[in-house]
């Protein structure tokens, strides 16, 4: 049985935002954890994976060393292991290109008359630094034009749950005054960020054809997704990692 799995109509290629249901991990990590980094049983981890990989019907699925950086890679075949970067780019049918996350948010794109696809992981840091950017420049590096890029924001933490510290809101404002308007004051006073917001503004600034989020919280959801806020505020050591992936069929 396929694992549960959120999809959206401006991806018209095999896609999936993936939650924590599905898969075989158990324990903290219950159950589809694709965290390779993580400290869950690694067969359990590729089972998991290979759970996923099927349900798309990729011959590959390929996943990154996530460091929250603006870094990209452009991919033909494969990588033996995973490269060091936060987002990939692909011509090739047959792989899928996934971003794991477990708060930061998880970008999938296309631009379906190039053939180009591409996923990036975008946390807080990565998003201020530009790997939204990144990702887009790297697309055109290989065929794709921003007006006909599609890019859709997964499952991740919302504003009413992503409070912040006062120099985190600093480090914003220091890069631009205009980013104050993703914060808010929360009920105890501190500010909160809208992280879904930030990201889909900085797509929006890269000129790309459209650009949603599918509208979930991972940190509200315990459910359905793993959060590494929601786990820490609860005292919980570990954490597993939500997968989102795209492939262009064979």
């Known amino acids: 049985m396929s694992p549960p799995v959120v999809t959206h109509p401006s991806l018209p290629m095999p896609h999936g935002f993936f939650g924590r249901k599905g898969g075989v991990s158990t324990g903290v990590y219950n159950s589809l954890n694709c ?37 990209v890679i452009i991919i033909d075949t494969a990588p033996a292991e995973r490269p060091e970067a936060d987002g990939v780019v692909t011509r090739t049918p047959g792989l ?4 794991l996350s477990a708060d930061c948010g998880p970008v999938l794109f296309c631009d379906l008359d190039a053939g180009v696809i591409a996923a990036c992981h975008a946390g807080w840091r990565g998003a201020l630094s530009g790997i939204v950017e990144s990702t887009v420049a790297a697309m055109c590096e290989v065929g794709a034009s921003p007006t006909s890029i ?64 599918t509208g979930q919280c991972t940190y509200a959801d315990a459910s359905r ?17 939500n997968i989102s992936a795209i492939m262009l069929p064979d």
């Open 96 to 99: 899928a290109l996934s971003a």
């Open 225 to 241: 997704y793993f959060s590494y806020r929601r786990n820490t505020h609860q005292g919980i050591d570990g954490y597993g990692r």
């Open 150 to 213: 599609n890019a859709v924001l997964g499952p991740c933490i919302g504003p009413g749950h992503y409070e912040v510290g006062a120099d985190f809101r600093d480090t914003f404002h220091a890069v631009s005054e205009l980013y104050d308007r993703f914060f808010e004051d929360g009920p105890s006073g501190r500010p909160h960020f809208d992280l879904p917001g930030f990201i889909l503004s900085r797509l929006h600034d890269c000129g790309v054809a459209s650009a949603a989020w």
């Open 35 to 71: 965290g390779l980094g993580s400290d869950d049983a690694p067969s359990a981890v590729q089972q998991n994976r290979d759970n996923v990989r099927k349900a798309l019907g990729a011959d590959h699925l390929v996943s990154l060393r996530q460091v929250h950086s603006p870094d």
